[in-house]
Structures are given as structure tokens and as C-alpha cells.
């Protein structure tokens, strides 16, 4: 067939050389060949990266999208979605906060956002950027000096090739599964951390001190690698509301952690999750996954996980090491027409593995959440050991919450235990807030934060605070 | 496809042998055969079927028994010592000799299916396939398809029946393999009580293949206990599908007992649609050697103010696996729902798998639903308890592993089962946990 001049075609285009104006160029819609070499040739990548995506592109052309999950949204058209597009230009942007939409804007002021920020956020273009820049710098020194790279994933491609060819796509494989299938032929942005043996990461790493990262990309890579004895803390997003006129979100987010690394990946996601009719939501499909490679290590992730139209997301950990240890931590809440397909796997290899799962849901409005998750214990590992606990709150009824349990436990040394419980709010605990002069939406506020507080204890501490706000907030008029 | 076939050939044949049939019968067992042509035995990519490999049935040569004979001194030896009417089957032929409906008291019908349909046909095409259709499965078609025998139980309104109803259903060893398609349709009027028996169990080294169906329709307030004790040989295959239809104030309460059988696969599912109805799922498996049983069960809550409280134990040993995959929907505005599920298992060998998977699918807001699945090996400080006061380490393990199933087997109201199930138990424990003596001995006490 063609396949072959079309090889020739995406090779010769990538004989052409670096294009350095980005911002003069973007791809109309469509997912082709020709659109991935556009895409590596923008990011000016060697030739295996081109392959690699090409090879995944190939392999998302057998697949089919999953239809499993507990959640209900049109086919998506992947040739009416544009897969580059340069940053927006300053003069296309709101000039001023007057401009920017007040719902917005009020909502930035519930969760107590700084002013500055606020601009920023609304992605109002602001000539110098502010205050955070030079705090940044400020923290790229440190860094740089502890011997960790964190920079973005195009950089890396650039800068550390055969580090991100050693780790990238070993713990999620181009055709893992579709949308990882997507994301590796397409992805354009996001954050590679590398901390090198012995040393523990200064600071908590967060996207939002990587300068350049004022575009989330729709396509998202994250590779973090802790070698040995290493430690690092991420956070990924922020509690403040982000509008993205791109519907579908593909990301692919792999930890990998040697012996007696550390891995803590928190995430707080508030998307935009459509207006009262679940119209114009972000649509969320997204593969994370740790690999415990080494004996000891560690890995956790904690989510919150409030925005969205449509979450679908199973943060896992391979326990390969012997006496690695797998943690999820998560609080899932949907209102309005929102739906959230989300969970864990704990696939435990290693001998001692031992992992922990807490998962808290809270579905109001209209909304659909389900906990679907996988504990699964090979044979050789030895005295493996989980305690999965989910539960579910339900606010209204009209909204659902259903639960989803997989194990399978293949060892007679495994000791496995799960609990979940679906339940409303108390009236008897509503009646003794309320009976002490608390509101009745203060008093849902307080009982959902306790409900969550399993959770929320995990998570850095500033982020915990907004997360509690940030409930609050996604929650309003619930209740009543 | 070619399995599909031979089973589409055996069709053909019966149905030439049999001659003319009720049009609905005909009719019925096209529609099956067509379903079960189209949907071909499920696989593993089925997420129903994800975990049970089927290729034992699909691939297996299996001839329709045509006779009921079977010794009556090892009929005996298998037979429960327990005075009750008793239907027997054969290999799903209907053996009169071995059965027993003497003084069934008036309002209690318990027939053989043929000899129901023979007497008036209309009256069963009704009922029959009325909960459990072509559609459930490729199983549930082909037995649709095949459909001859079975066991039709009528209670009128207000019959209490105080000896239990027992469907025996025996498996004899052949030179080449039987399968059976049996049905079993109870329909109890309201207010009606009684306790059916339902008896699988055979000769040692028989190896054919049961596909039941079965259908049970409670009226309101009607009170049924239903034991599903399953001892058939190790190389027996064994598919049920099971429906329960309650209606307002009954009470349905299910011990579905897996001790034997090659590969089971069970699939137990009631519709709570009236409030007040409330069932009871209790669940004991024991497998070992190859041995794989799965047990699915659904609760539908269909209506408010309904309960279901499921309890399943699994006991593993050898290369034996365990599958249990409970689930509770309750449906919008079906509020004031209490569910609860539990689902423990026990590993004692390193070879023995378990996958379980406690569902819950909620849209109603007033609901308190619980589920809870646990695997893992004996307590060792309870070992270490009962070793403190005497105990050798074998026994200990032994007694512990009893008290296991002890939780699902002290709501059994029936001593006979009880105490058959527990030597069962006991018999099939490792060498090193041997106490049948011991179990033997509680037995002479208790009855002393």
C-alpha cells in the first residue's frame, strides 16, 4: 500500500530540519502520519521519537475505544480535533480581567486566590509575568544545584534523550490501552523530574513553577524517575477552575521509583465540568501508572478529582519490589450532569508488597461516580497485603454511586481486605449541627469534609486547605 | 463455531426422535436455538464470563440419556436421609422408582415437567421462561432449545408444607458423557410456605454436563427456603441459572452449597419488586484439586423498603478457583434500602486462586449498602489460641477452617444438611487437617 511512501514522506519532512516559529503555525483538524511528524518536527525530536510515536499511532489505528466503563458521552470525532496548536498570542487573549466571565471570576474569589494569580489563571495576557517568575528562578537555582531535573517533557526530549528513552513508555506501554495508544503519538506537553540517587528533592514540584507551563497541553506526558534512595513530591493542576476550549484530555502520567525511592503524586483536577446540562465538559481520559521497580520503594498518589465532564482515570502501582509499597488516596466528586469512572490497580508482583486504598465519592445533582479498582496478587507475592476501603455519599436522588471491586488474589499468604459502604448524610447528624446554630449548607460542608478527611490528611498541607474550599465550592447548592 | 454446530446436530436429532410438540414448545425451542447459534458459548472476554473458562462444556461430546436406570443400593448411598417428597432425575430423565410423592398434602403440586405438560401444557407455557428468556445467556438459550424435564412445584395461597420438597439429580458414569437440560419452576401462591431441597450428586467418576434453568416466582408473603446442594463427582460440569421473582412480603432465603462439581458456574438473581420483600443469599464453596466454581449473584431492588443481605465463604485448596462476583442494584426512587454483601475466602494452598468482585449500583439516595470481600489464610493467634489449650497444630487448623464455614452453615435449619455438609467439609480438608473422626464424634454428641 502506501504505507510506504508515506514513510518516505513523514522521513523527508523530517530531513527539513527544526522549524523555530512555532507561534506562526498550526495544524488544521485531522490525525494523520503526516500530523505526527508535524507535531515531533515542531518539537524538534531526534528520529527515534518519531518512530515511537509513529509506532503507537499505528497501533491506536487497531484499537477501539474502551466502552466498559460506567459512563455514557457521544463517540468522539478524533479528525474534527486540531493536535498542535501554537500558544495563543497575547492579542488573543482577554486584555483585562473586565473581560473574563464574572461566574469565573466569583468562584476565584470563594476559593481565596490571590489577585495576581487571578489574571493568570483566567489566562489574561499579563506582559510580565507575575510575582511567581522570579520565585521560580529562585527554585530552578536549588534544584539544579540538588542535581534534580525538572523540566518540560519537550525539553527533556531535547536535552536528556537517552534518559527519557531509557523510562519512557516502560510502565505505560505505547498500546496500553487506547487513549495512552493516543497520547504517546500525539502528546505535546508536560513535566519530566529526574532525582538522582541519594538525593531528596528540596521542594514540593508543582507544574506551576515550570515557567513554561502557562499552556497545559491537551496531550499530557509526565515521567517522573526516582532512582535510588531518591525522593520527590509532585502536584499536578491547582484548585482554581480552568477553562480549555479543548474537549477531549488524553494524559499519560508514568512514576518510576528504584530501590527505596519515593514517589508522592498529588493531583488536584478541576476542570471545567459543563454547565447545568453537561454541555462543553472536559472530557478526562487518563492513564497514570507507578512502577515499584525497585525492593522498598514507594509510591502514592493522592486525588482530588472535582471538575470535568467525564472522568476517566485509574492512578496504579506495579509492586514489583520486593516489600514495595503502592498507596491511593482518593475523593471523587461529582455534581450537576457530571460522570467519574474512576479507581485504582494494585497489581502486586513482589514479595511483601503491601498497598492501601482509600477512596471517598460524592455524587450530588445529577451525576454518576463509580470506584472501580483492581487488587491483584501474583503468585510469588509472598505475605502480600492490601486494605481497600471505598465509600460512597449521596447527595439527592437523582444522582448514583456504584462500586467496582476486582480482585483477584492468586497467593494463599495474601491477606486482602475490602469494605465499602453507600450511604446518605445522617439526618440525625445534620439535625445535632444544626441544632447548634449551624446552617444546614455549613453543616453538609462539614460532614462531607469529615467523610473526606482520610484523604485529605495525605495531601500537602496548602493544598489540603484549598481542597477543603474547593469542595465547598464544587457542592454549592446541592444541598437545599 | 464447530461446537456450536454439534450441539445444533444433537438439537436436530432429539428433535426428530421426539415428533410433534404444542406450537409454543416449537416455537420456543427455535427461538432458543437461534439465540444460542447467534450469541455461541460465551468466552473470556465477556466480562461475565472473564474468569470461567467454558471449553470443557463447548468442546465436550455429549449424548441425551434416555433412561432412568440406576442402582437403587447406590441411590440409596447418595440419596439425603431426610423424609420429604422427592422427585428424582437420571441424568435429567425422570426416574419414578427412585422418587417418592406419596400423601402430598392438598394444596402442594410436585410434578415432573412432562407429566405437567402431558396434563395440560397451557398452563405451564405461561410461567415457563417467563423470568429467565433466550436473552440471559447462551446457556439459558441452549437449554431452552433442548428443554424436556424437570420439576414443576405449585403451592396454593396459604399452604404451609411442612416436609421439605426434594429434586434429586443424579449422575451416572458412563462410557460417553450425557448432558441435561433440566427446568425447575416453582410457583408459590401468597402467603404460602415451604423448603425445597435441591440435590446434585453422583456416581465417582461420572462426567456430564447439567444445564439448568430455574424459575421461582414468590407471591405475596410467601416464604421459601431454597438449599442448592451441589456433590456432584469432580468431573461433572454444572451451569445454573437461577431466578427469583418476589413480590410484596416475601421472603426468599437461598444456601447455595458447592461442594462438588468440576466446573460450576452459578448465577443466582432475584427482583425484589414489591416493599416488604426481602431475600437472603447464603454461600459456601469448597473446591478443590482443579476444581473452579463461580458463583454470580444479582439483587435487584426494584421497589422501597426492600433488604438483601448476601453471605458467601469460599474454601480453596490445590490448583482449585474460586470466582464470586455479587451485585446490588437498586433502582431510582427505590428508597429505603438496606444491602448488605460479604464475600470472605480462604487460600490454603499457593496454587488456589480467587477472584472476587462485590458490585454495587446505586441511584437512589436513602439507601444504607455495604459490601465487603476479604481473602486470606487462618488467624495464626487463634491457631496459636487453640494450640495453647492442646490442641495439635493439624486439628487446630481444622477446627479453625470448620469455624469458617461454621458462619454460613449455623443459619442452615436443617440438621441432615448441616451435618452432611460439615463432614463434607471435613472429608475434602487436606490430610494434615484430617477430622472427619472429629466431626464424627461432635455429630454423636449432639444427637446423644
Not at chain 2, 407455557?125 to 441452549?142: D, H, I, K, N, Y
Not at chain 2, 496454587?351 to 436513602?366: F, V
Request: with cysteine.
Amino acid at each position: 500500500m502506501a504505507s510506504q511512501e508515506m514513510e518516505q514522506l513523514v522521513r523527508r519532512e523530517y530531513k527539513e530540519g527544526f522549524v523555530t516559529d512555532i507561534e506562526s503555525e498550526t495544524v488544521p483538524p485531522g490525525l494523520d502520519e503526516s500530523t505526527i511528524a508535524f507535531i515531533s518536527n515542531k518539537k524538534g525530536e531526534p528520529e527515534w521519537m518519531l518512530e515511537w510515536r509513529l509506532d503507537a499511532y499505528r497501533q491506536w489505528l487497531k484499537m477501539t475505544a474502551p466502552s466498559w466503563a460506567h459512563l455514557d458521552y457521544p463517540p468522539i470525532d478524533y479528525q474534527a480535533i486540531s493536535y498542535y496548536s501554537a500558544p495563543k498570542r497575547p492579542e488573543d487573549r482577554p486584555q483585562s480581567l473586565d473581560e473574563v466571565d464574572p461566574k469565573l471570576l466569583e468562584t476565584y474569589e470563594k476559593l481565596g486566590i490571590p489577585l495576581h494569580e487571578r489574571a493568570a489563571l483566567a489566562g489574561v495576557a499579563v506582559d510580565a509575568v507575575f510575582d511567581s517568575v522570579s520565585v521560580a528562578t529562585t527554585f530552578k537555582d536549588k534544584l539544579h544545584e540538588a542535581g534534580v531535573i525538572f523540566c518540560s517533557i519537550s525539553e527533556a526530549i531535547r536535552d536528556y534523550p537517552e534518559l527519557v528513552r531509557q523510562y519512557l513508555g516502560t510502565v505505560v506501554p505505547t498500546a496500553d490501552n487506547y487513549f495512552a495508544a493516543l497520547n504517546s503519538a500525539v502528546f505535546t506537553d508536560g513535566s519530566f523530574v529526574f532525582v538522582p540517587e541519594g538525593v531528596t528533592c528540596p521542594m514540593e514540584l508543582s507544574t506551576y513553577f515550570r515557567i513554561n507551563a502557562a499552556n497545559t497541553g491537551q496531550f499530557e506526558r509526565t515521567l517522573i524517575v526516582c532512582e535510588k534512595q531518591a525522593q520527590v513530591s509532585y502536584l499536578e493542576g491547582c484548585t482554581a477552575p480552568m477553562r480549555d476550549e479543548n474537549q477531549l484530555h488524553a494524559a499519560v502520567v508514568e512514576l518510576v521509583a528504584l530501590e527505596d525511592a519515593k514517589i508522592k503524586y498529588s493531583t488536584v483536577q478541576n476542570w471545567y465540568p459543563g454547565d447545568e446540562n453537561g454541555k462543553g465538559g472536559i472530557y478526562n481520559f487518563v492513564t497514570k501508572r507507578g512502577d515499584c521497580r525497585g525492593d522498598r520503594s514507594h509510591i502514592s498518589w493522592t486525588q482530588v478529582e472535582t471538575g470535568s465532564a467525564i472522568t476517566w482515570k485509574y492512578p496504579s502501582c506495579v509492586l514489583r519490589g520486593k516489600d514495595s509499597i503502592g498507596e491511593f488516596y482518593s475523593v471523587a466528586v461529582t455534581n450537576g450532569r457530571q460522570q467519574a469512572d474512576t479507581g485504582t490497580k494494585m497489581i502486586h508482583l513482589g514479595e511483601g508488597t503491601r498497598s492501601t486504598i482509600v477512596s471517598k465519592g460524592i455524587s450530588a445533582g445529577r451525576s454518576n461516580q463509580s470506584y472501580r479498582g483492581l487488587v491483584k496478587i501474583g503468585p510469588r507475592a509472598k505475605g502480600a497485603r492490601n486494605f481497600t476501603q471505598c465509600d460512597s455519599l449521596l447527595i439527592g436522588d437523582t444522582c448514583g454511586a456504584h462500586t467496582f471491586p476486582y480482585q483477584e488474589i492468586g497467593n494463599s499468604t495474601a491477606t486482602v481486605e475490602h469494605e465499602a459502604t453507600t450511604s446518605k448524610i445522617g439526618e440525625d447528624q445534620l439535625f445535632y449541627c444544626q441544632s447548634r446554630g449551624i446552617s444546614e449548607e455549613d453543616a453538609v460542608n462539614m460532614i462531607v469534609n469529615g467523610f473526606c478527611k482520610d484523604v485529605f490528611q495525605e495531601l500537602p498541607m496548602e493544598f489540603a486547605v484549598e481542597a477543603e474550599a474547593l469542595l465547598n465550592v464544587t457542592l454549592e447548592g446541592a444541598v437545599g | 463455531m464447530s461446537d456450536v454446530q454439534s450441539f445444533l446436530d444433537r438439537l436436530a436429532e432429539r428433535n426428530a426422535e421426539r415428533g410433534s410438540e404444542p406450537s409454543w414448545i416449537a416455537a420456543r425451542r427455535q427461538a432458543g436455538a437461534a439465540r444460542f447459534e447467534a450469541m455461541g458459548f460465551p468466552h473470556r472476554r465477556i466480562e461475565q464470563w472473564k474468569y470461567t473458562d467454558v471449553r470443557a462444556i463447548s468442546r465436550g461430546d455429549f449424548r441425551l440419556a434416555d433412561s432412568a436406570e440406576f442402582s437403587p443400593a447406590s441411590a440409596a448411598a447418595l440419596t439425603l436421609p431426610i423424609d420429604g417428597y422427592r422427585l428424582t432425575f437420571v441424568d435429567g430423565v425422570f426416574s419414578s422408582v427412585l422418587s417418592d410423592l406419596a400423601d402430598l398434602p392438598s394444596g402442594l403440586a410436585v410434578q415432573p415437567l412432562s407429566q405437567a405438560l402431558a396434563e395440560n401444557h397451557e398452563a405451564v407455557g405461561g410461567p415457563l421462561g417467563r423470568l429467565t428468556g433466550v436473552e440471559f445467556s447462551a446457556f439459558s438459550a441452549l437449554n431452552t432449545a433442548f428443554f424436556e424435564e424437570g420439576a414443576l412445584v405449585r403451592l396454593a395461597p396459604g399452604t404451609v408444607v411442612e416436609k421439605p420438597i426434594v429434586l434429586q439429580f443424579l449422575s451416572r458414569h458412563a462410557d460417553s458423557a450425557v448432558m441435561s437440560h433440566p427446568r425447575i419452576l416453582v410457583e408459590a401462591g401468597g402467603r404460602s410456605e415451604a423448603t425445597i431441597i435441591e440435590h446434585h450428586v453422583g456416581e465417582k467418576d461420572a462426567a456430564n454436563f447439567t444445564n439448568l434453568v430455574e424459575e421461582i416466582m414468590l407471591d405475596r408473603g410467601a416464604i421459601l427456603t431454597h438449599y442448592k446442594l451441589l456433590e456432584s463427582p469432580e468431573q461433572d460440569l454444572h451451569i445454573a441459572s437461577i431466578h427469583v421473582e418476589q413480590a410484596r412480603d416475601s421472603r426468599y432465603t437461598s444456601f447455595n452449597l458447592t461442594l462438588g462439581g468440576g466446573l460450576v458456574r452459578n448465577d443466582l438473581i432475584t427482583d425484589l419488586n414489591g416493599q416488604g420483600a426481602e431475600a437472603t443469599f447464603n454461600g459456601l464453596f469448597h473446591g478443590r484439586n482443579r476444581q473452579h466454581v463461580d458463583n454470580h449473584t444479582l439483587a435487584n431492588h426494584n421497589a422501597p423498603h426492600t433488604f438483601s443481605r448476601e453471605n458467601y465463604k469460599g474454601i480453596l485448596d490445590d490448583r482449585a478457583h474460586g470466582v464470586f462476583n455479587g451485585k446490588v442494584i437498586v433502582k431510582r426512587d427505590s428508597q429505603k434500602i438496606e444491602a448488605e454483601q460479604s464475600n470472605a475466602n480462604l487460600l490454603l494452598s499457593d496454587r488456589a486462586q480467587i477472584n472476587t468482585k462485590p458490585e454495587l449500583e446505586i441511584y437512589a439516595d436513602d439507601v444504607k449498602c455495604a459490601h465487603g470481600a476479604t481473602t486470606g489464610q487462618l488467624d495464626e493467634e487463634a491457631v496459636f489460641a487453640l494450640r495453647a489449650r492442646g490442641l495439635d497444630e493439624a486439628t487446630a487448623r481444622g477446627l479453625l477452617t470448620l469455624a469458617f464455614a461454621g458462619e454460613v452453615m449455623d443459619q442452615v435449619g436443617l440438621d441432615v444438611i448441616a451435618e452432611r455438609v460439615e463432614l463434607t467439609v471435613a472429608g475434602k480438608l487436606p490430610e494434615r487437617f484430617n477430622l472427619a473422626g472429629l466431626v464424627q464424634a461432635a455429630v454423636a454428641l449432639n444427637e446423644d
